[in-house]
């Protein structure tokens, strides 16, 4: 059974930093892409993230391009998101994802992905 738990969400100033983790248990970790994603309070999920199998190829929705870095630890069954320079806008749950099958691809749309994470809030006060 798959299993992906995040961490490391919390409150924040606009312009600091956070953290999140997620690990994921249940099958061979480093054979599949992973996301992120968030859903800010009345709005649809969105993309944050994403990085393929290797950890060598990543994709970022324009909103967070550089001031988020998705990066993965196979060793570790680990995948993080380090967000910097957070606005209030960055506001809300923050999902991580992964497809039921290995993809060549680096998937960037939610309907891709098959498991998901419980979310791990994050807020950022103006």
């Known amino acids: 059974q798959v299993e992906l738990v995040e961490s490391g969400g919390g409150l924040v100033q606009a312009g600091g930093s956070l953290r999140l983790s997620c690990a994921a248990s249940?099958?061979?970790?480093?054979?599949?892409?992973m996301g992120w994603f968030r859903q800010a309070p009345g709005k649809e999920r969105e993309f944050v993230a994403s990085?393929?199998?290797?950890?060598?190829?990543?994709y970022y929705a324009d909103s967070v391009k550089g001031r988020f870095t998705i990066s993965r630890d196979n060793a570790k069954n680990m995948v993080y998101l380090q967000m910097d320079n957070l606005k209030p806008e960055d506001t809300g749950v923050y999902f991580c994802?992964?497809?039921?099958?290995?993809?060549?691809?680096?998937?960037?749309?939610?309907?891709?992905?098959?498991?998901w994470g419980q979310g791990t809030q994050v807020t950022v006060s103006s």
């Open positions: 994802a992964s497809p039921e099958v290995p993809l060549l691809t680096t998937p960037v749309r939610g309907e891709e992905y098959d498991y």
């Open positions: 249940g099958r061979t970790f480093s054979a599949y892409a």
């Open positions: 990085i393929d199998w290797t950890g060598e190829t990543s």
